[in-house]
C-alpha cells in the first residue's frame, strides 16, 4: 500500500462551484499535512498546511481526520486560476522526509 | 529573494552518458531534498541533506545515482549511465530545516529526457 493515495480526478467543476476531495495515508503516527498546488509544467507550491483543527484560507478549506486517516480539501466558489493539480504532502515521523501524493487534477470551466 | 535555483532547466543525454544536476537552495536553509516526477506521478523522494550530511539515502533508486553537498549550500546530483527510465523532473527543495513542520520550497527542476 502506498504510504499517500489520492483520486487522481480530474475533476471539472464550472466556475462557482464547490469541490472538495480527500488524500488517504497508511501510517497512523504521521504528524505534518500540507496541501501544495502543481500547475502544468511548474513546481510544486505549499497552498496550506492542515492543522488538527480544521483550517481555512480565504476559499480553501482544509481538515484532518485522524480515526481515518485522511485529510481533505475543499474549494469553494472556484474559479479558473485553481486549476491544477492539487498534492497533499504527509510527514514521516520522526524525519524530515515529506511523503507526497499523486495528485488530484482539478478543471474549472468558464 | 531568490528561490531554489536548478540548472540546466533541460538536459537530453544518450543512454549510458553520466548527468550532473545542481541544486543552489535558499541562502540559510540547512535542509535538502531532491526528488523526482516522472510524467503525470507524483514525487518520489530520492534523498535528503541535513547540512552536508545525508541521514536519509534510502529512495536512491540505484547504485547509478548518488548525491552531495558542500559548504552546507549547493547540491549535485550524479546519475552514473543514464538509462530510459531516468528520463523524468528532478525537483530539489529547501528548508529552513529547524524541523519537520516546516515549508519546503522548490525549484523549476531539471528535465532529464534520456534517448
Known amino acids: 500500500r502506498k504510504e499517500v493515495e489520492q483520486d487522481p480526478g480530474p475533476f471539472n467543476v464550472p466556475e462557482g462551484a464547490t469541490v472538495a476531495f480527500n488524500c488517504t495515508y497508511s501510517n497512523s503516527a504521521s504528524q505534518s499535512f500540507f496541501w501544495y498546488r502543481q500547475d502544468c509544467r511548474k513546481e510544486p507550491k505549499l497552498l496550506m498546511s492542515?492543522?488538527?483543527s480544521g483550517n481555512e484560507d480565504g476559499r480553501f478549506t482544509a481538515q484532518l481526520n485522524r480515526a481515518s486517516q485522511y485529510i481533505s480539501l475543499l474549494i469553494r466558489d472556484s474559479k479558473l486560476s485553481d486549476s491544477a493539480t492539487y498534492l497533499c504532502?504527509?510527514?514521516?515521523?520522526?524525519?524530515?522526509?515529506?511523503?507526497f501524493g499523486a495528485g488530484t487534477t482539478v478543471t474549472v470551466r468558464a | 529573494g531568490a528561490g531554489v535555483s536548478q540548472s540546466p532547466s533541460n538536459k537530453v543525454t544518450e543512454k549510458g552518458k553520466d548527468v550532473e544536476l545542481r541544486c543552489d537552495p535558499i541562502s540559510g536553509h540547512t535542509a535538502l531534498y531532491w526528488y523526482r516526477q516522472s510524467l503525470g506521478q507524483g514525487l518520489e523522494f530520492l534523498i535528503y541533506?541535513?547540512?552536508?550530511?545525508?541521514?536519509?539515502k534510502s529512495g536512491l533508486p540505484s547504485d547509478r545515482f548518488s548525491a552531495e553537498r558542500t559548504g552546507g549550500s549547493v547540491s549535485t546530483l550524479t546519475i552514473q549511465r543514464t538509462q530510459q527510465e531516468d528520463s523524468a523532473v528532478y525537483l530539489c527543495a529547501s528548508s529552513l530545516g529547524q524541523n519537520p513542520h516546516e515549508k519546503l520550497f522548490f525549484g523549476s527542476g531539471t528535465q532529464l529526457s534520456v534517448l
Open positions: 541533506f541535513q547540512g552536508n550530511s545525508a541521514p536519509d
Open positions: 504532502a504527509v510527514n514521516s515521523p520522526n524525519d524530515y522526509k515529506l511523503s
Open positions: 492542515v492543522y488538527s
